[in-house]
């Protein structure tokens, strides 16, 4: 079973919403770090994303699961760990975590569109790989590929496997990503409670789409959806008995005499 971890940072405060994705549902949670909790983080010297993680998957332990996920929470830590629970883990990761090869270095001349850097320690690999852009992947699922740079014959860079089964599992995370931000109502100046509240409304729009195409409901676009809910949230709430939508432009106003 493989099991989809994605992360949306709400703003400035210490909510964060965790958000899980498979392709016959779509999950949310909503965690806020108290006090408790950041002293049992300090006493096992963990940071919070990795208790978060620790803490979600406590069920699935033992169990043999695939965990993939983005790079807000993997590190080499956090997967050693897990793979002493049999819970073996796939993401992309930032450059500046602790425990990645200092070696791997994309901005030597040499390296190249194509080109593949591979570290192993044990288990665990990491894959530096350029595409469009440098993306690197820790994983103790698949085997160390080769290195080598690896293009066809139209010179494009050709998707190493790690990365293939990476962008194959997390696709449903990034396209409900691009769904709802398609959408966003967000604004810089607000504040991050109001922030994270739209950002639910926005996504429990998203879900009801969903649901509502999965049960076989008439095909409609996710914007014509959207268009809809929202002239029949309007018509409910009373403010037009006969909601129709404006047609062409609306007429000038009539001069005012003296």
Not at 25 to 50: C, M, P
Not at 163 to 192: E, F, L, P, Q
Request: proline share 4%; net charge positive; glycine share 8%.
């Amino acid at each position: 079973m493989n099991i989809l971890l994605s992360a949306v940072m709400s703003g400035g405060g210490v909510s964060k919403k965790r958000r899980f994705l498979s392709p016959n549902r779509i999950s949310e949670l909503v965690w806020d770090s108290g006090s408790e909790d950041a002293r049992q983080r300090t006493a096992q010297h963990l940071t919070a994303t990795h208790a978060t993680v620790s803490e979600l998957t406590k069920k699935i332990q033992g169990s043999g699961h695939k965990l993939y996920m983005d790079n807000y929470f993997s590190s080499s830590d956090l997967f050693d760990d897990l793979a002493t629970k049999q819970i073996y883990c796939c993401g992309t990761v930032r450059p500046n975590r602790k425990g990645m090869p200092q070696d791997l270095n994309p901005k030597r001349k040499t390296f190249k569109w194509g080109d593949l850097q591979v570290r192993t320690r044990g288990d665990l690999t990491t894959i530096l790989w350029r595409d469009k852009r440098d993306v690197r992947i820790l994983t103790n699922i698949h085997d160390a590929p080769a290195e080598g740079n690896f293009c066809d014959n139209n010179g494009k860079a050709i998707n190493p496997q790690t990365v293939v089964d990476y962008n194959c599992h997390m696709g449903y995370v990034d396209k409900g990503d691009r769904m709802a931000n398609s959408y966003s109502i967000n604004r810089r100046t607000w504040k991050w409670t109001k922030k994270l509240f739209f950002h639910l409304f926005v996504l429990a729009i998203l879900n009801s789409y969903i649901l509502f195409s999965l049960l076989g409901g008439k095909k409609i676009s996710h914007r014509g959806f959207r268009n809809t809910q929202m002239w029949n949230l309007l018509a409910q709430a009373g403010h037009e008995q006969n909601v129709q939508r404006p047609v062409g432009r609306p007429p000038a106003a009539a001069p005012q005499l003296p």
